[in-house]
């Protein structure tokens, strides 16, 4: 197994993506504002599986506002790609998507040692489902939501001809070589939490019986407020960032996982909207979480990654990350030092990282879950 991973511009893009022709797989992740079919996907060999992402990439060479191209050459393994749009629903095109990715890597009726998704924000939950439907819930099944720059719904999905407003690509992996993986956060909780006890959706309108943005606003004691004056829904991303909701869904060795929803947006009635769906009867957490982690955490998540494989000290081909775009949205000034801690992790092997609008991974004792302002990393051995 070979990995290389490109960090290019639309203008430059063609000629160097054409070194990978041959390539067995190719993950492609950058700004919705190029077009990445100029890039020349459809004259590849290989499965192209393509998502955009926040402001561009990463990559062990740096930050690009461009696109980033990760390839694997891997005669020995199989892979196999296929995007649907959500026609009749989301939930039905994972469930068909997912069986063409299998006929495509000609391994029909197998469990894939792992499962790369990406789609269009808003109904993963049913993704992930519609994906365990064909192989189970034991596979893990890692990625992220599509992202453009300013939330203003620009992402969008990809293979090496079309592209989908609201679909999913899914691709099947059985690599010849092994692979492990960590999906964490950077959060810690807090003391202050309270029971969902109505809900819309993925609106949250009360939390212990009273509206659900007041609530949260005591939580992080007025730091994210509203315009009294707008009866609309209005945006508190980035007032949220370093204050999410976390939902306890496992506990290893003793401590605690918490699976994250980033409050979106929220209006004077107290309704508060989520990046995530969560039930009535579950308790949210408030967490906290300070730039400084941010930045280290990948690393980290990195780090986890190799230990979860034994692969601490042996060489490694390459890794795939999954970094929120609202978490780099805010420590976007500080980002060569998030590739810096990551390549210390990995040591000298590429690595593409992609900044999304929600995150899917698998949580020992919880499962395939999709969670906001996580990092997840896929290494290959």
Known sequence: MKIRVLS??????????????????????????????ALGLVELQGQVHGATSCLGAMSHAGVTDGVAVFAIDDPDGAYGTAMLPFDPDSYSA???????ALAAADRLGEKPELVWVSSTPGTEEAILAGIESVIGTDVPIIGGSAADNDVSGQWFV???????AAGVVVTVMFPSRPVS????????????????????GRRVIEIDHRPAFEVYREWCEGAVSLDPGDPGMQSILSD?????????????????????????????????ELFATVEEGEV????????????????????LARAAGGMETSPIAG?????????????????????????????????????????QGQIIGAGNRHGNLMISCIVFG
Not at 158 to 164: A, I
Not at 251 to 269: C, I, R, V
Not at 284 to 300: E, H, K, N, P, S
């Open 284 to 303: 949210l957490t408030c967490m906290t979480g300070t730039q400084a982690g941010l930045i280290d955490r990948a690393g980290r998540v990195a780090a």
């Open 158 to 164: 990809f293979d090496k001809s079309r592209r989908e």
């Open 319 to 359: 890794a795939l990350m999954v970094y929120c775009g609202g978490c780099m949205l805010s420590v976007r000034d500080r980002l060569e030092e998030v590739v810096a801690g990551v390549a210390g992790s990995l040591g000298p092997a590429p690595f593409l990282g992609t900044f999304t609008f929600g995150e």
């Open 8 to 37: 290019i511009t639309a203008q430059a893009g063609a000629e160097a993506v054409q070194e990978l022709r041959s390539a067995s797989f190719v993950a492609v992740h950058g700004t919705c504002s190029l077009d990445p079919h």
């Open 181 to 200: 993986f960590a999906y964490h956060n950077g959060y810690s909780p807090t003391e202050k939490s309270g029971t969902v006890t109505r809900i819309e």
């Open 240 to 272: 949220s960032t370093l204050a999410p909701l976390g939902r306890r869904v496992a506990e290893l060795d003793g401590l605690p996982s918490y699976l994250l929803a980033h409050p979106a947006a929220a209006n004077t009635a107290g309704a508060l």
């Open 94 to 100: 994972a469930r068909a998507a997912t069986m063409q």
